[in-house]
């Protein structure tokens, strides 16, 4: 490409667009882009509203009784902003876009994607509540298709499912599956480079920023009351439970079981003879107390997740992992799983250099401006971004290792 002066425009279209090829784990999952902040620019706090599917429940017979339509929806904080600091002399921009890009681009959007992608990965993995419990071992493909038993029995949509792993746990399956696939050009790229493919109806992808969790030090003697005259069988949530007994603390994404605490199906509210899974949203210090749990426990309605056939006073908790060690997570899960959202940010006037773009559902803003006091050309690239687990149940943690 000849040399030419680049244009903020030009600048901002191509740090946005390598941007977006570096954001592996966000860029396969719901991506909004608020574009009421179009004219004015977003603040820090602003929120967008995401609606969620409906929930009915199904009678028998010729009578009915009509069943009001509850509108769910969830809040998402466009709370954080990220920014690199650079600077780049006005000669630069007689460059190539390509030489510019290869030059101050590329290295910029690195590092601004890592930290994007590490701030979602390393707070979502902790909402889900499903895990497939592997720790200690080697991944397998068996424990991927553990996953998708999940996702299916949670009427996961078919489309859009993808699983993220951590280095290790795609070395493990890299290996472990070398010599099962029959496409030619498939097998020749796991064998060159490493990679998956899309296999099990999953689109598979390896993510450095994958982080580990620490189970909690909680013994296995916590109980709960599950007695039926203690819990609400109604159609409100219960989103924390009483531990009766037991000590040390539990972490924010503990994964657990409660002793006669089914799931049952979505639709047919049957019981599936299968426990339930929770997940510790807060952490716990220990001892008898309340306990913040997801998802929340509902015994009746529309929304209804668990039956809980004991009379007995009280159940056995129980943990999943080792107390008080770390295991690596990896990722099975449907697109609308989670949203990343962007809303752009204010645009100053008057200053040397100055663009915003929107590119897939996100927004990046360049600033240029000259120091008079440092004699400096200083320059900032920004995104204004917050993230939410929408629907937890369309996820899968694969524990191994």
Do not use: W
């Not at 078919?158 to 290996?175: E, K, M, P, S, W």
């Not at 309340?290 to 007995?312: C, D, E, F, K, R």
């Amino acid at each position: 490409m000849p040399n030419s002066i680049l244009t903020p425009v030009q600048v901002t279209r191509k740090a946005l667009s390598v941007l977006h090829q570096k954001l592996n784990f966000v860029g396969s999952i719901v991506r909004e882009y608020d574009s009421s902040y179009a004219k004015e620019g977003a603040r820090i706090g602003d929120s967008l509203k995401i609606r969620l599917p409906n929930q009915y429940t199904v009678g028998s017979g010729a009578t009915i009784t009509p069943q009001d339509t509850t509108e769910t929806s969830v809040t998402l904080q466009v709370n954080n902003q990220k920014h690199v600091p650079m600077s780049f002399l006005s000669s630069e921009l007689t460059l190539s876009l390509d030489d510019f890009s290869e030059r101050i681009i590329e290295p910029a959007m690195a590092v601004l994607a890592a930290n994007i992608e590490a701030d979602v990965l390393n707070n979502v993995y902790k909402d889900i509540y499903q895990q497939v419990n592997n720790t200690g071992a080697a991944a397998t493909f068996a424990k991927v298709l553990q996953g998708r038993k999940m996702l299916v029995d949670a009427l996961a949509p078919v489309n859009d499912r993808n699983v993220c792993l951590n280095t290790q746990d795609n070395v493990d399956l890299v290996d472990a599956l070398k010599g099962l696939f029959n496409d030619q050009a498939s097998l020749a790229k796991q064998y060159k480079e490493g990679y998956l493919g899309r296999t099990a109806g999953f689109d598979f992808m390896e993510n450095t920023l994958l982080p580990s969790h620490t189970r909690g030090a909680a013994n296995t003697s916590y109980t709960t009351n599950t007695q039926v005259g203690t819990l609400p069988v109604s159609a409100t949530p219960v989103s924390a439970i009483t531990v009766a007994t037991g000590s040390g603390a539990m972490n924010k994404g503990d994964v657990f079981t409660i002793a006669g605490v089914f799931r049952v199906h979505p639709e047919s509210k049957q019981s599936t003879g299968i426990l339930q899974q929770f997940v510790v949203t807060a952490n716990y210090a220990g001892g008898a107390g309340s306990v913040s749990i997801s998802p929340a426990i509902v015994l009746s309605g529309a929304a209804q997740n668990v039956i809980i056939p004991s009379t007995s006073a009280t159940a056995a908790i129980t943990f999943a992992a080792t107390a008080s060690a770390a295991h690596g997570i990896s990722l099975a899960y449907q697109k609308g799983a989670f949203a990343f959202a962007t809303a752009d940010l204010v645009m100053p006037k008057g200053l040397d250099f100055a663009a915003r773009e929107t590119f897939d559902g996100i927004s990046m803003r360049i600033l240029r401006d000259f120091d008079i006091t440092n004699d400096k050309l200083i320059t900032r690239v920004d995104v204004l971004y917050g993230y939410k687990t929408l629907r937890p149940e369309l996820a899968v943690r694969l524990a191994n290792n």
